[in-house]
């Protein structure tokens, strides 16, 4: 997990551009993680009030990842020719779709 208490930042600067890219991709991460945990707690909690309530936690979860990529995308497009790239590469493997979702990807 990535929590670190907030009172032990003594950063005073500004993040530059480079710095903002590379905290959005550990919130990112940070969000993969949070979605991998809650999934896997999902499986274990028998009362379905509960487990219903933490299912919608989980695609909390996932809407901050996405919120987290448009950040990514708006600071750093060139990321997503690679994502796109990716994807090509994939589909020729696994066959289905090569149309890549984010069609305004940079190529």
């Given at each position: 997990?990535?929590?670190?208490?907030?009172?032990?930042?003594?950063?005073?600067?500004k993040?530059?551009?480079?710095?903002a890219?590379?905290?959005?991709r550990?919130?990112?991460?940070?969000?993969?993680?949070?979605?991998n945990?809650?999934?896997?707690?999902?499986k274990?909690?028998?009362?379905?009030?509960l487990?219903?309530?933490?299912?919608?936690?989980?695609?909390?979860?996932?809407?901050?990842?996405?919120?987290f990529?448009r950040?990514?995308y708006?600071?750093?497009?060139?990321?997503?020719?690679y994502?796109?790239?990716?994807?090509?590469?994939a589909?020729?493997?696994?066959?289905?779709s090569?149309?890549?979702?984010?069609?305004s990807?940079?190529?």
């Amino acid at each position: 997990m990535f929590s670190n208490d907030p009172s032990t930042l003594t950063r005073k600067e500004k993040f530059d551009k480079e710095e903002a890219v590379r905290a959005i991709r550990n919130a990112i991460a940070a969000e993969i993680d949070a979605i991998n945990f809650y999934l896997q707690q999902n499986k274990y909690i028998d009362d379905e009030k509960l487990r219903k309530v933490h299912e919608d936690i989980t695609k909390e979860e996932m809407t901050h990842f996405g919120e987290f990529l448009r950040l990514l995308y708006q600071l750093s497009p060139e990321d997503f020719s690679y994502f796109k790239k990716g994807w090509e590469e994939a589909s020729k493997l696994i066959g289905g779709s090569k149309d890549f979702p984010f069609n305004s990807a940079h190529t």
